[in-house]
């Protein structure tokens, strides 16, 4: 499960600097990077699908045509998961994702039948996971963990501060140039390591505290592997701690790289 990690300050990440235990928590947050229900994907060439059909008298799922070939540009939106036999009578089963046509879709050939709105298509893992074979756009979630920020107060520095939550956004894929990018809006928990110097608290020591974080931004990367992103976000501390950074905002900016489990 891909975990984006943000940093303040660049220069951490070619420093090699050792993310926070409490990122580690991140891994028990799903994400969509499999998850294709309800996203739109548009084919940049020509794709040979498996064509299927409802029967509406059983509701089951037949193939209608066998193996077409869909015309570049068609677009199909994602229904679920599936494993289905495989066509023409090759051994085994192919594990993949449904697609409904939401509108009439042109096959390869001219003057060929169109595949209709409302016929299904299925497209294999290993079609899926194919590099420049179609844009996607749709709702996408995950795990952000932000071990440093840049805090944006008074008293602005940056300073480490375990921000784990989940994330919210849509998301947009090109496949053609190598970029993904989209806006999120994310809320967690943080370990937000208190100074003396950073609260008005008399005769205070070096803690750590509980906080609640918001905030939102964008994540993207290139070619798959290098990572971006940046968010604005406020941490909320219990106002007993008297913490100058409490309630005002902090900024992340791209680390170049991500931990995945």
Known sequence: MPK???SAALAASILGVTVPAHAQQAQAIPDSANNYEGDTIAFLRKTDVILLQTDNSTGKITQKAGTVCAAKGASFRGISTAIITQPGGAAGAATGELFVATKDEPLCAAGAPTISEGDQIFLTSDQLNTDELYTRRGITFGALAVPFKYELGAHQKMKPSATVGPYLG????DAVAGLSIAPIVFFGASDIPISKSETTV???????????SGGAGFIGSIKKSFH???VIGWDHVDRSQQYLYSNKPWLAVIFGWSIQN
Not at 170 to 173: A, G, L, R
Not at 203 to 210: G, H, P, Q, R, S
């Open 202 to 212: 008399a005769n205070a020591t070096d803690t750590n505290a509980f906080g609640l």
């Open 170 to 173: 849509y998301k947009f894929d």
């Open 4 to 6: 984006r990690i943000l």
């Open 228 to 230: 971006m992103g940046a």
